[in-house]
């Protein structure tokens, strides 16, 4: 439906290729979370690996630190619509994650836990590969608290509110489990290209 | 099963209003359904070649409201979406909306209380829906606002909000100005944040919303203030 008077302002072709769609490119960084920064410190923080409530493995801050180095830069794009591009992150893989542990995926989900108990789903398809990384620093400097230092997932071919902020845990379950805004009306998979913002996209 | 998708329904502006000198008022008619106050709406408006914009707007009114859906939307200049509805849109016109959408920042009079709403600037749009919601339903859950703007002006429904205070049983009103009057150079700290905390009564729900520093400098003063970060619910503009 046309809008009477609206023309909008097209972003040049070289933005436009790269925006999904209904997104709008800012250069800004957007916050958002459901509640306060939690206060977690390097000293406080950790990383535990479950298979459902069975821990596998749990790393402390140096031990992570310790585990090898994975970059990334590329695009970035947030389900209230905005993208952000080349964006530059450096971390831990997931796939080296599960190697320093030993083990290989016992199911093909999983559901990430926040230090503010926000949780999301993503398939183990979707971070293997290279394709997720528990990332410990933005632009080569510490993740600001406010976007989810000191360390926070990042998976970015999905909306961002599938890469959570302040990460504690990853948790293997036997079957598909919505996460904290997947059972208030989001998408399970949420693929920006496909436009996968709501239940039902 | 596969899940519904969520329609895009063409909604009529059925009234504009001015709000403040930089906001107006949009009500819309042709929308079907209640929302939760809190949420907000999608908007979609397309160009005749086929290009579109996608924006989210916090929801102003009451659920169920019979004068229509309200939203309340800046003129700012850099932005394609609400530059059109600050110069463009005119009653009649019809845009696309879905929603609602938002199943965190909400409150209905069923939530209880008491409930401390800080709001900043627009940032005080879906904390209206909430006071408008208490109303309607003629619910006396404690409730206090804090409101924060540069000046008395600037401020969305004043005259409303002043109304309510004096006449809603439980619920009150603080309105600080930051750059004029005996409050000029205060921002929300410490101090107003315990007297408020004292006032309303130990919260069962804090909501707080506006630009990003202020969001992020209030949510701390809170969390200071030992009320317990899981019945703090925010939301950041630009965001």
């Excluded at chain 1, 619509?81 to 450096?90: G, Q």
């Excluded at chain 2, 205070?165 to 100005?177: K, N, S, W, Y």
């Amino acid at each position: 439906m046309v809008t009477r008077g609206f023309s909008g302002r097209p972003p040049a072709a070289e933005i436009a290729e790269r925006l999904p769609p209904g997104q709008y490119l800012t250069d800004d960084f957007p916050v958002l979370q459901l509640g306060p920064t939690p206060r977690v410190t390097e000293e406080t923080w950790s990383f535990t690996l479950r298979d459902g409530p069975k821990p596998l493995k749990r790393w402390t801050w140096s031990e992570f630190a310790k585990l090898p180095r994975t970059r990334w830069k590329g695009d970035i794009h947030c389900v209230t619509k905005w993208s952000k591009f080349d964006t530059a992150w450096a971390g831990v893989s997931v796939d080296d994650i599960l190697s320093d542990a030993g083990v290989t995926a016992p199911t093909a989900f999983t559901l990430f836990e926040g230090f503010d108990d926000y949780t999301t789903n993503v398939p183990f398809a979707d971070l293997t590969g290279g394709k997720a990384i528990v990332a410990t620093s933005y632009e080569g400097k510490p993740i600001p608290p406010d976007h989810g230092g000191p360390a926070r997932l990042l998976v970015p071919h999905l909306y961002f509110w599938k890469s959570p902020k302040w990460v504690k845990g990853l948790r293997f379950t036997r079957k598909d489990e919505g996460g904290f805004w997947e059972l208030r009306g989001y998408h399970m998979y949420g693929d920006p290209w496909r436009e996968q913002r709501f239940t039902g996209d | 099963m596969a899940a519904e998708k969520m329609p895009w329904r063409t909604a009529r502006i059925g009234a504009i209003a001015p709000v403040t000198p930089r906001v107006k008022s949009f009500r819309f008619e042709g929308l079907e359904g209640r929302h939760r106050a809190g949420q907000h709406v999608e908007v979609r408006l397309t160009a005749p070649d086929g290009y579109s914009a996608q924006r989210s707007y916090s929801i102003a009114s009451a659920p169920g409201d019979a004068a229509g859906l309200e939203l309340m939307i800046e003129g700012l200049e850099e932005g394609e979406v609400s530059s059109y509805f600050a110069g463009i849109a005119e009653v009649g016109d019809e845009v696309e909306l879905r929603g609602p959408i938002g199943g965190s920042f909400v409150w209905s009079p069923e939530d209880e209380g008491p409930v401390l709403l800080i709001g900043g600037g627009s940032g005080v749009v879906p904390l209206l829906s909430m006071l408008r919601a208490r109303f309607s339903a003629r619910s006396e859950t404690p409730m206090l606002l804090i409101y924060s703007v540069r000046n008395a002006a600037e401020a969305i429904a004043r005259e409303e909000l002043q109304i309510r205070a004096r006449d809603e049983p439980g619920f009150d009103l603080t309105l600080l100005t930051t750059r004029e009057g005996a409050t000029a150079g205060r921002r929300v700290d410490r101090v107003m944040i315990e007297t408020a905390l004292d006032h309303v009564g130990k919260p069962r729900h804090v909501f707080v919303c506006g630009s990003n520093g202020f969001v992020g400098s209030v949510s701390d003063l809170l969390v200071d203030a030992s009320v317990k970060p899981s019945i703090i619910r925010t939301e950041r503009f630009g965001g």
